[in-house]
């Protein structure tokens, strides 16, 4: 086994991931084809199952994660494919890591190691060429939210009961994208819900209505026939007949940076863009955010007023 695995080494190879879950319960991605109404094209239907029914919770282990990855490998090398959809079993789209595996890990190195892993492989959804589609059928609990995060679109049922981080009730924090995909889709106030308030909240649960009212999904469809209605709005998302915007984050930060120059948290909106570039990754070649949410008009639309004269 390695040691002092430093931040940007790749740590331990997969078939050392995997040993370290011998019982492991695996959840398998399993792959389909398809054919969209339309004219749409063809998708790659990915269905997550472990085998059992809803009692027990599609989860990721290593292996569980290497079978996700094994699936999107196939599709990425395909050029037959206008997209790529994510679903679960009847009941359960994704209830996060196989938390049953944590009393095995016995050095930072194992643990880190796994964390890594599913970074890489939840990231695929976003670097497959084609965009990638999350059907929420069920619970999506920590990284299975995080794994409909990773996807280009989300749909979710009317049935769903239980979407939620709950890692801060457990004392730990998302660990797969979660607290970086999620203000970044719904913006902080929202994102700071779902994370530590809800939570700490008796572990508060977001329902399908929910999820939808605070944009982590963009449309939403009756149980009876989730699947069938949810591919055919991915048909026409992929045709141009219906689009999604994603202007609420921006919305809401521009909501946030307003709040911080009225109560003198920062003194001037170049401060701002200077934290964003640096801090936040904002893209520099956008000239900083508080000029890029003037251009956009959302400053004005927000606020009433422009954050640069």
């Known amino acids: 086994m390695p040691e002092n695995i430093g931040p940007n080494e790749p740590g331990f190879g997969e078939s050392q991931i995997t040993s370290l879950f011998p019982g492991e319960v695996v959840t398998r991605a399993l792959v389909r084809d398809v054919e969209l109404p339309y004219g749409a ?8 199952d472990n085998g059992h029914d809803h009692t027990r919770p599609n989860t990721f282990g290593p292996a569980g994660l290497l079978s996700l990855r094994e699936a999107l490998d196939e599709v990425a090398a395909r050029n037959d494919i206008a997209a790529v959809g994510v679903t679960g079993k009847p009941f359960i789209f994704a209830a996060g890591a196989d938390l049953t595996g944590a009393a095995l890990i016995s050095a930072r190195d194992e643990a880190l190691a796994i964390a890594r892993f599913g970074h890489a492989v939840f990231r695929r959804l976003g670097e497959l060429g084609v965009p990638s589609f999350a059907f929420v059928n069920g619970a999506a609990l920590g990284g299975g939210l995080e794994l409909a995060l990773h996807c280009s679109y989300r749909t979710i049922s009317s049935g769903v009961t239980a979407v939620a981080f709950p890692e801060c009730f457990l004392g730990l924090l998302p660990g797969w994208g979660g607290t970086y995909l999620l203000p970044r889709l719904i913006g902080p106030t929202s994102a700071l819900k779902v994370i530590v308030e809800n939570p700490l909240s008796q572990n508060r649960m977001l329902n399908g209505a929910q999820a939808q009212a605070l944009g982590i999904a963009d449309a939403m469809f009756e149980p009876a026939d989730f699947l069938a209605e949810s591919l055919r709005w991915a048909a026409r998302m992929l ?12 919305e ?5 940076i307003r709040l911080m120059l009225d109560e003198g948290v920062v003194a001037a909106p170049e401060d701002i863009d200077l934290c964003m570039i640096l801090g936040a990754g904002w893209p520099f070649h956008l000239g900083g955010i508080t000029p890029y ?3 956009a008009g959302i400053a004005e639309k927000v606020t009433g007023t422009r954050f640069r004269v």
């Open 239 to 250: 045709t141009g007949a219906v689009s999604v915007s994603r202007e609420r984050a921006l």
């Open 293 to 295: 949410l003037d251009r």
């Open 41 to 48: 094209g063809a998708m790659a239907l990915i269905t997550l």
């Open 252 to 256: 809401a930060l521009a909501e946030e």
